[in-house]
């Protein structure tokens, strides 16, 4: 017998039909005597429509607080009907929303990007447990929290995926499966580009990314809760089947824990290519790269300024790199002369919360050093990553003092 968490997107469950085609899949699950947690987004736009008429009606007036409760109605009402539509097939279920004692998910008080405790969220949750031993199907309202006096929050837009992997973290289910308008994770949006095509499977890494920088398919969040022993998939709704394939989400593996700070095994060098007015050339920085790729030389990282350009390769390719290089620098006009710098560590500082923790998160990386007078060589951001270089006699202090800032 397995234990699924199943997550009903808002299009999935966007009109009658629908909703009792994903009930039915949820009984046919049930039937085969696996045990089944439904989590469900608010039918179709509710939410947007919710929102939509509070600020036509309260304007700047709206509070967070009452926007929140305005909200949590398009999932009160889901998690009601589709468990009405279970039952109506004959399967007892219930409804589990921030009103009734069995409610898992508990928060911070702020209404509209709740923090989830999940210490207490973990302790309740094995209430969930009791319903299923019963045969009960349990219908949670994704995207809702539950605050510190009692009241409704909401996780964040789109949370309900979070809900989903949070609840199969905290019962050790087997499978989450998210249910959702697409095949599952394709090679981009297909309703942007229709030519996309279906992935079968994706890393965790992989897709925190790809919704990190606006992918909707899933909420990059979510994926905080994904053990890598809890297998975990996004289908179609239009299969009517929680066995349909779609995208397999593995991972993640060991070493590649969403939250890290890991320094490269080998030391890193740094070539910088100097020309006057570099940014404003077409094809330079495609020079650059393609004269080390024709040659196998893997590039670490690149940056590009006014009039300098900054390669990161190995050192044991340093000076191999250097040489080619140099012949690029004499033959084009653009480039004017180039340097082979310090060795230096390279630091990569992992966070799916990035983007949430800024703005601040430089500083709060950049501070430790400063202090103990550490250099940065060089740094990059992005949503997710951090990367830094710094003198290699650093490398392992450096990578102490981020290790606690992560903490
Ligand atoms: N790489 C991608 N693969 C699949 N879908 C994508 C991708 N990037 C963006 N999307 C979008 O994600 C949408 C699914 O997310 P969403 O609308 O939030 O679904 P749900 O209502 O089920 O939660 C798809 O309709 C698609 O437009
Ligand atoms: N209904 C909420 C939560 C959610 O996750 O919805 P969906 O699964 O349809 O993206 C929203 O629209 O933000």
């Given amino acids: 017998m397995d234990l699924i968490v199943a997550k009903f997107g808002g299009t999935s469950v966007g009109d009658g039909a629908r909703i009792k085609k994903a009930a039915q899949s949820v009984v046919n699950e049930y039937m085969k005597g696996n045990q089944i947690v439904v989590v469900v987004s608010a039918v179709n736009k509710t939410t947007d429509e919710l929102i939509g008429l509070s600020t036509d009606a309260i304007g700047a007036g709206l509070t967070d607080k009452q926007k929140a409760e305005i909200m949590a109605m398009g999932e009160l009402t889901s998690a009601r009907l589709f468990s009405a539509t279970i039952e109506s097939l004959g399967v007892k279920s219930e409804f589990i929303d921030p009103y009734n004692k069995l409610w898992p998910i508990m928060t911070d008080s702020n209404p509209l990007e709740a923090k989830i405790d999940f210490k207490t969220t973990n302790e309740k949750a094995e209430g969930i447990r009791e ?29 309900s995926d979070i809900t989903a992997f949070l609840i199969g973290h905290c019962l050790d289910v087997s499978e989450v499966i998210i249910v959702t308008d697409v095949e599952g994770v394709m ?123 900054t390669v990161f390769v190995e050192k044991t390719e340093s000076n191999k790199a250097y040489h080619l290089l140099h012949h690029l620098v004499i033959e084009d006009e653009f480039f004017s002369s180039l340097s082979l710098g310090e060795d230096a560590s390279m630091i990569t500082i992992v966070s799916p919360n990035f983007a949430d923790e800024t703005p601040g998160i430089i500083s709060n990386i950049t501070e430790p050093l400063r202090k103990n007078k550490i250099n940065i060589i060089e740094i990059s951001s992005s949503q997710t990553a951090i990367v830094l270089y710094v003198d290699i006699k650093d490398g392992e202090k450096a990578l102490d003092l981020l290790n606690e800032v992560l903490e």
């Fill in 131 to 159: 319903l299923l031993n019963q045969g009960i199907v349990p219908v949670i309202c994704g995207f809702l929290g539950k605050g510190p006096s009692g009241e409704i929050t909401t996780l964040g837009r789109g949370g």
């Fill in 187 to 309: 090679s981009t949006d297909p309703n942007k580009i229709e030519e996309a095509e279906l992935l079968p499977e994706i890393t965790v890494e992989e897709l925190r990314d790809l919704a990190t920088h606006g992918a909707q398919v899933l909420h990059p969040h979510a994926l905080t809760y994904k053990d890598p022993l809890i297998s975990a998939k996004i289908i179609n709704f239009e299969h009517g089947n929680l066995s349909a394939k779609g995208t397999r989400i593995v991972g993640p593996f060991e070493g590649d824990s969403l939250k890290s700070v890991t320094i490269y095994k080998n030391p890193i060098s740094l070539i910088a290519i100097v020309g006057d007015g570099m940014l404003k050339r077409s094809g330079l920085l495609a020079k650059v790269t393609s004269c080390l790729a024709d040659n196998n030389i893997n590039i670490f990282g690149i940056s590009a300024g006014q009039n300098s350009m």
